[in-house]
């Protein structure tokens, strides 16, 4: 069983560290590095979109 809490904030913690990581490895980090950063901070980029879009179509119907 989870706790309200991580129900309600676990998503946006877990969002909130992978940018963290992205953003640290896109300074940091070079070569490798540079594939983590983008896919760090591309996954939440599109996560938004995906459940921005999905929350859209089911207003609409």
Do not use: E, H, N
Not at 6 to 21: K, N, S
Not at 32 to 53: K, R
């Amino acid at each position: 069983m989870s706790s309200p809490f991580m129900r309600m904030w676990g998503a946006p913690i877990l969002l909130a560290i992978l940018t963290t990581v992205g953003l640290i490895s896109a300074l940091l980090g070079d070569g490798v590095w540079d594939y983590v950063s983008a896919v760090a901070l591309g996954l939440p980029v599109l996560l938004c979109i995906w459940f921005g879009l999905r929350r859209k179509k089911q207003t609409v119907s």
